[in-house]
Nanobody
Framework: QVRLAESGGGLVQAGGSLRLSCVDS????????TGWFRRAPGKEREFVAA????????DYANSVRGRFSISRDTAKNTVYLQMASLKPEDTAVYYC????????????????WGQGTQVTVSS
């Protein structure tokens, strides 16, 4: 079973940086793709970034490309989302998810989800 837990959220001023972590504490090791999604108040869940199991392939939403970076530390069962040049519109609850499919930008691709971590960017 995959058990995901996010951490690293908080309050930051516009232009600042945060690093989110997603730890898989489950005992099943499978070649999952890990994705980050976010949900802002009153909006639908939105794809942010994804990384394949080996860490060799990444994908980003246009809204974060060049500002966010996703990476994986397989030894620590952890995926990171480094966020820089944060904007107020990045304010949302950020979720990590794991799945085996190829449609990395779609929530339906993912079977396991964490509880989320709040990121608030003040102007």
């Amino acid at each position: 079973q995959v058990r995901l837990a996010e951490s690293g959220g908080g309050l930051v001023q516009a232009g600042g940086s945060l690093r989110l972590s997603c730890v898989d504490s489950g005992r099943v090791v499978r070649p999952y793709t890990t994705g980050w999604f976010r949900r802002a108040p009153g909006k639908e869940r939105e794809f942010v970034a994804a990384i394949n199991w080996s860490g060799t392939d990444t994908d980003y939403a246009n809204s974060v490309r060049g500002r966010f970076s996703i990476s994986r530390d397989t030894a620590k069962n952890t995926v990171y989302l480094q966020m820089a040049s944060l904007k107020p519109e990045d304010t949302a609850v950020y979720y990590c998810a794991a799945g085996l499919g190829s449609a990395v930008g779609l929530p339906l691709n993912y079977d396991y989800w964490g509880q989320g971590t709040q990121v608030t960017v003040s102007s």
